[in-house]
């Protein structure tokens, strides 16, 4: 049935309902056979299904095969080990994904709505969830709407509509039959599950629930929604996949050295073969890729940004483009009175953020008392008494919170800064009161104080001033003119050049009999000023976006709010610049412009303009995608059910978690705990870490193991016995290279990753412009090994490989201070900055003298007690490995001025 082009009186008799609601019994009935009122949780998954995809790399199917050779080759011990660190990884991104679903669950459970419903006639509270098809419910001003209803008796009645339209203006609703091909937008009979009530009063009859309702229905279209592999996901595939080859090459080319230079069994040919080709597969490398995502994880949930897509961590740092809303993440999403006028009389500007009720009224730097003014105190009145909104302590968030009327809020909070307070004020009485009527643009309030009544009235300027016979001016109360009329019109021409929302008051001394308000009848007023609020810019956004151009990300706004608004924040907040406006040209596009471009005229739009106004949720995917196939990688804000299928198709979704919707909040990578645009570069920022902690721990990996089959092969090529053994081998890549690249994933920021430009989405962790650094770095490792190998051969084979473990664990671990930092000296990052670090340093240093000196450990390794001192002297050599990395990092940035990488 068609809810919206049937008189309630159909509706009800369709669903079996009455003006008075159903009974209790029947109301039971109806919840067993509809069920809760809840969209289902599509997104939501068993923790058996987080647990199997813990195993989709390629890199944990390549350690599977790993440790399967090393099972039949009787490496039961490498085999176990191996098992073991597959095992952490899994666990890691497991509890890593699990806690994060959890914490968007504890976002949710913030907030229980409850509905005010009419069960066997009388009004109750219960909770949304129990609502059925047939319940009348009872809407009033700052409600939340639990279901789809047919409005069929309503007073004023406005809805804010924002979650599910994108509209942030307040809806008036109406209760009349409505043309069956109407848009959903404008069905303005039928209020809708998940909006909210701005003003007034209204009953109407639920007529569809949980996956019923509009909501339900964008909610249930995600699920046609494919996702592919993350970014990070084909990077580590590619990753995995060049491990691989290295490492089946340098297992054959020391297979085919030993085979043909040496007089060797072909079993301990086949032995020291897979040592070495276990080895150079990096079992530690998925673990430490965990750890690395966690560890970014971790760090962004405590900036508030919780990450409900484990890999999005990394992907976030390759943003080149956030495409975010504008009210709420770039502003506070509350209206602020800005400036006061009085005819006559300078403007005032007025201090204080949101609905806190502090501030100063300022004029010419100075603070003044508006109570102790006439003029102002009216004014200030009419805004606190000509009101329903009401302002609030939450303790759950520590903040003011608004019920009602954001205009009406902002007025409130302007009359709590000049200490007025209705509350406060027993001298008063309000007698009847008039919502704001949307044919008015007015609202009205009669009150009384000591046997006198007053007529008080706030609204559009234009209305108001029509309205008014007589203005309020600095030398008293004197009859409208034009000249002061326009002086008005001007004043409200450049305040809304500013993007400020204009009010104005007005007040009438109304007859002591006077007990009501009608409607017909607000003329003959005194124009008393006028106010100019705002929606403020969050204090921290400029400084962020400045960020955003030195880290070379754009940032576009993408807004359902008016142009000259749009553009007055963009330019606050440092989206359009200075150099924009000079250079002449369009800031700024609405959805309707865009609509009648060509595609080649739409993409340069996209490519060139930074302001996007008046946007449906389908435009704003539309300019997603024409960036994304020019290839930016994006990032993109949204709070409504609307933007649900845009953030699961962005590259990183971003739902906020305060105004944001459950069903918005599931469909996302990433949930802004604090709804801040300032998070999400904290975010980028972290990715970047995040990134920088993978490729450098990768290239530890690769640098040691090419490092050690060099050394290997070498020594073969020039005649010499092999310089270690499979059970060395074998430990110097599980314990040496694992304690240290775990240390290496929770490297902190070194304060310049915004200073860089975006990674490239297509680049690979390991390229081209890391060879020679790698290539030298494993050359100095091998050299210095076979030195110490050669010249320890002649007291003994196995002396000779102790030596040569010595330089080659100690090569690795001063090799860490070069690999923490690819771009910066490790004195500039700080020696001994990051504690992990150090500690796996001496674990490993420990541990080599422990196995090398208690005999029991040595007999297991074949390894030989040294000397003291020339424990010391095989140590100290590799740290020749520090001072060429950092000669090399002078050589390639200060002297050549090039990247590492």
Known sequence: MNWHASHFSEVFKELQSTADGLSGTEAGARLQKYGPNEIAQTSKKHWIWILLKQFRSLLILI????????????????????????????????????????????????????ARVLRDGASKHLPARDIVPGDVIILEEGDSIPADAR???????????????GESVPVNKTTETIPEDTGMSDRHNMVRKGTFIAGGFAKAVVTGTAAETAIGEIAKSLEGIKIGRTNFQKKTDVLARHMAFIALGSASLLFVAVFFFQEVEL??????????????????????LAIVLAVGANRMARRNAII???????????????????????????????????PGVADWDVSGEGWEPSGKFLRTDQREEPLRKELFEDILQIGAWSNNSDIRFDDATGRYALVGDPTEGALLA???????????????????????????????????KEGKRKLLVVGAPEKVLAKSINIATASGVKPITEEHS?????????????ALRVIALAYRDEEASADCID???????????????????????KESVMACHSAGVRVIMATGDHITTAVAVAKSVGIILPEDEARGGVLAMTETQLEKL???????????????????????????????????????????VNDAPALKRADVGIAMGIMGTDVARDAAAVVLADDNFSTIVKAIEEGRVVFNNTRQASFFLITTNFAEITTLVSAVLMGFAVPLNATQILWLNLVTDGACTTAMATEKSHGDELEQKPVNRDEKILNKSILPFLVINSILMASMALFAFTYYLDEGLDKARTAAFIVMAFSQLFNVFNMRSLRSSIFNVGLFSNTYVNIALVVSVVVQIVIIEVPALAALFNFVSLPPHEFAGLALIPSLILVFGEVYKYFALVVKGKKVI
């Open 267 to 288: 079993s301990d040919i086949l032995l020291i073969s897979i040592a070495a080709l276990v080895s150079s597969i990096p079992e530690g490398l998925p673990a430490v």
């Open 414 to 448: 302007m009359a709590h800064k000049g200490d007025i307070s209705p509350e406060a004020d027993t001298s008063r009485q309000k007698i009847d009161d008039l919502p704001f009527n949307s044919s008015l643009k007015m609202r009205a309030t009669l009150v009384e």
């Open 519 to 541: 409607e017909n009848e607000l003329s003959g007023l005194t124009f008393a000023g006028i106010t100019g609020m705002i929606d403020p810019p969050r204090t921290d956004v």
């Open 151 to 165: 409005l069929f008796q309503a007073k004023n009645l406005r809805a804010i509509e924002a979650p599910l339209t």
């Open 63 to 114: 350690l599977i095969a790993a440790a399967i050779i090393s099972w039949f080759t009787d490496h039961r011990v490498d085999t176990y080990v191996i098992i073991f660190v597959i095992a952490v990884n899994a666990s890691i991104g497991f509890v890593q994904e699990l806690k994060a679903q959890r914490a968007v669950a504890s976002l949710k459970s913030m907030l229980q709505p409850k």
């Open 308 to 342: 409900s897509e484990f890999t999005a961590t990394e992907t976030l740092g390759a943003v080149t483009t956030i495409l975010t809303d504008k009210t709420g993440t770039l502003t506070q999403n509350t209206l602020t009175v800005r400036k006061v006028s009085v």
């Open 598 to 640: 060509d595609e080649k005229a739409f993409s340069r739009a996209v490519q060139e303009i930074n302001v996007f106004s008046r946007l449906t949720p389908n435009m704003k995917l539309r300019i997603a995608e024409e960036l994304q196939s020019g290839g930016e990688l994006i990032a993109m804000t949204g709070d409504g």
């Open 486 to 498: 326009q002086t008005v019109r001007d004043k409200i021409e450049s305040w809304s050049g500013d």
